[in-house]
């Protein structure tokens, strides 16, 4: 069975350029997470889709940040204009059963450099 | 918001020590998680934790959920060239999201 996929797996842009990072999630998974680590820091919550729609998108660091997820399959996150602190690995988890209990996979992870 | 205090932020031992490694909150958790990140790969889960005081194993991993439930410890012993990463604790407190530490770099020198 195919794991959490994630596209692309680095990409370098400048500052005030558009990058849309992609996630196929473990098929069957309705539960759709975006985190991201900014260089050795923790790993930060930024939202979670169940199906479709958005649970839970309180992560999410500005309105520059915009997640989707149409069809409740795969999702993107594209970040417009991006800014040099945007810089970092973005990953995408998937899960089963939300909540306690409910473990989450992991992708490889999206690194994204904003120059 | 939340936050966790994991520590060491690296760690260098030799093939063969054990290690020890920790995470401490402010915040009471319901549940403890230990991840480990191999390199170029995403965390995956190594322990699971759901009561206070609770201790568990996994191969020679052993990990603790604090009686306070502001911490957890993770043991690894007898370390060998593959325990190479970066080991995440994370927690979870009610419905909301796992809040995770920001990891310890181990280094297995042979």
């Known amino acids: 069975e195919a794991g959490v996929t994630q596209f692309p797996s680095h990409s370098v842009i400048e500052k005030g350029q558009t990058v849309t990072l992609r996630c196929d999630p473990i098929s069957g998974h309705d539960n759709l997470y975006w985190y991201r680590r900014v260089m050795g820091k923790e790993i930060k919550f930024l939202l979670h889709?169940?199906?479709?729609?958005?649970?839970?998108e309180s992560g999410m660091p500005n309105n520059r940040f915009l997640a989707e997820r149409t069809g409740g399959t795969y999702s993107t996150l594209k970040v417009q204009p991006a800014e040099l602190e945007d810089s970092g690995v973005y990953f995408c988890a998937s899960s089963q059963v939300a909540g306690v209990g409910g473990e989450l996979f992991f992708g490889e992870g999206s690194r994204l450099t904003v120059l | 918001g939340q936050q966790l205090n994991q520590s060491p932020q690296s760690m260098f031992i030799q093939e063969g020590e054990d290690v020890s490694m920790n995470c401490t909150s402010s915040?009471?958790?319901?549940?403890w998680l230990w991840y480990k990140q191999d390199p170029g790969e995403g965390p995956v889960l190594l322990i699971a934790?759901?009561?206070?005081?609770e201790l568990t194993s996994n191969g020679r991993l052993t990990a603790q959920f604090g009686i306070t439930r502001k911490d957890s410890f993770l043991n690894i012993s007898a370390s060998i060239p593959s325990d190479v990463g970066i080991y995440f604790c994370?927690?979870?407190?009610?419905?909301?999201?796992?809040?995770f530490g920001s990891g310890t770099q181990l280094t297995v020198l042979p």
């Open positions: 915040s009471i958790f319901n549940t």
């Open positions: 934790l759901y009561k206070a005081g």
């Open positions: 994370a927690g979870q407190a009610g419905a909301r999201q796992l809040t």
């Open positions: 889709f169940v199906k479709e729609s958005k649970q839970d």
